[in-house]
């Protein structure tokens, strides 16, 4: 745990636009609930246009600074660091709930360590399924989150989603790291504007030799794209796998290698399993080619809906359509 008489000062960024119910339930959280006392919390403005977020924010005893441009999340956050005081940073959501009272203790505990380069925490949904703990590269598409969907207690695979562990990345809906680490780093790629922003960051501290912390003992309900739909765009992936292709069709170095790549369940591997990676995700070889059969496809596309709703669904129908086109 961080010791008591080194309390380092923490910026906490949260920004939001016309979404004031979440964001005082966030807020209250922080407040009501922890025990660690020597931070700031910022709240980013995103151009928001109700009367009643404007008198809100204008009453707030917070700092407030305003972003008056499109949404991009990478910019809104880099722009909200250069202004933090603290010597160390938490990126939330303001889709968030605070539920473990020790959550920046938790968390500064390990980005103290001068080897750890970011520290993320277990999210959950509100109904007590986990909905984050950690990030899997190249499992189940080309990124997934580790557990999601198993209950808040188990155990997880290896007893792992109860344990502090490395990992390849961690979500930026909660995330800590040193300000001058996230500077010398460049901060998140503001060409990854909606997707991939928090895990491109994780992946490029990794290259440096960085460990990138995954704590079960910081816990935050995260009422997950309730402030802004789910959106992926195709020049994203693009970039995405463009960037970091190798490690997409390797894998996660940190998932068992006897544990089946298809899906993130952690379900054991009954075949051999043969990747493709193409401009818009990565496929098992025979996924792939069912993907020029409409009828097939329409199964795994079922899927996807059950799984993610369906605005992931039409996301991926209209991958399948560009991807058909493009074998032409």
Request: charged share 25%; proline share 4%; net charge neutral.
């Amino acid at each position: 745990m961080t010791d008591k008489k080194n309390q380092p000062f923490v910026s906490i960024i949260i920004p939001t636009k016309d979404n004031i119910s979440l964001l005082k339930q966030c807020l209250e959280s922080i407040e009501n609930k922890s025990t660690y006392n020597n931070y700031e919390i910022m709240i980013v403005d995103n151009d928001s246009k109700k009367a009643e977020t404007r008198s809100y924010l204008s009453a707030s005893k917070y700092r407030v600074i305003s972003y008056n441009k499109p949404f991009n999340f990478s910019k809104i956050n880099n722009f909200a660091a250069s202004e933090a005081k603290g010597e160390y940073i938490i990126f939330l959501n303001d889709d968030t709930e605070v539920i473990s009272s020790d959550w920046i203790e938790r968390m500064l505990e390990h980005s103290q360590k001068p080897e750890v380069g970011a520290v993320g925490v277990k999210l959950l949904y509100p109904d007590d399924t986990v909905q984050h703990a950690g990030d899997l590269i190249g499992v189940g598409g080309m990124t997934a989150h580790a557990f999601e969907g198993f209950p808040r207690d188990h155990p997880g695979y290896q007893g792992l989603l109860q344990r502090v562990h490395n990992c390849s990345a961690v979500t930026a809906a909660c995330m800590m790291i040193r300000k001058k680490l996230f500077e010398e780093i460049g901060g998140f790629d503001e060409n990854l504007a909606y997707a991939f922003n928090d895990v491109d960051l994780c992946l490029r501290l990794g290259k440096m030799g960085y460990s990138i912390i995954y704590t079960p003992y910081a816990e935050l309900y995260h009422y997950a794209t309730s402030t802004r739909p789910y959106t992926v765009h195709s020049e994203e992936i693009r970039y995405f796998i463009e960037r970091w292709r190798d490690m997409i069709l390797e894998g996660d170095p940190y998932y068992d290698r006897n544990l089946s790549r298809l899906r993130p369940d952690y379900s054991p591997k009954i075949k051999q399993e043969r990747f493709v990676l193409t401009d818009f995700g990565l496929f098992e070889e025979s996924e792939l080619g069912m993907l020029q059969k409409p009828r097939r496809y329409m199964r795994i596309a079922n899927n996807i809906a059950k799984r993610h709703g369906v605005g992931r669904l039409t996301l991926e129908f209209l991958r399948y359509l560009m991807i058909k086109k493009a074998k032409k």
